[in-house]
C-alpha cells in the first residue's frame, strides 16, 4: 500500500540522530577545552624553567662583570647592555651575547635590582603572573620557595665575602 504524501518514513529517528550529534559536539568541546587548559598549565611551566634559566644566566654574567673589574674598586653594570659588550678592557669584553627576552612577558625589559653603591645586581620579571612552581628549588633558588608574583623571582650576585685573615680558597687539606 502507498503512503500518503507529506508523512515521512523515518518516523522520528531524525531527531535523535540530531540529539546524538549535538551531545558529540558538546563531548568533543569539553575534551578540547580541557586540553587547552592542561597546554596552558605545561606552556607556563615551560616559561618558568626558561626563566630560571636565563636569570641564571644574568646573574652569572652579573658576577664575572664585578669580578673581572679592572683596579681594585669592583663595579656592577650600569646597565644591561654593559653586560654585552663591556668597554673597560684593551678588547671588548662579552659577559652576555645579548640582553635576552623575558620568556614571561616576550620582551627584553627587566625589572633592575640596584647595587647599594651603584650599578645593577640582579634583575627580575615584569610579569605579575603567579607562579605554578612553588616548592622544590635548587638550593641556588632557595628563596624562590612561596612567591606569589614572577616579580618576585629575583636574580642576584652577591659578591662572596672573606673574612679578614682568612684566605678565598676554602680548600685546605
Known sequence: MARPSGISSCSGEGGFTYLGLLFAVALAGIVLA?????????RQREKERELLAVGEEFRRAIG?????SPGTVKRY???LDDLTKDNRFITVQRHLRQVY????????????IAAPEGGIMGVHSLSTVTP???????PRFGEFEGKRSMAEWRFVYRPVVVAEGSSKNSLKD
Do not use: C, H
Not at 101 to 112: E, N
Open 64 to 68: 664575572t662583570y664585578y669580578e673581572r
Open 77 to 79: 653594570p650600569a646597565k
Open 132 to 138: 605554578i612552581k612553588q616548592g622544590n628549588f635548587p
Open 101 to 112: 627576552r623575558d620568556p614571561m612577558t616576550g620582551t627584553a625589559d627587566w625589572g633592575a
Open 34 to 42: 580541557a586540553t587547552g587548559v592542561l597546554w596552558s598549565t605545561e
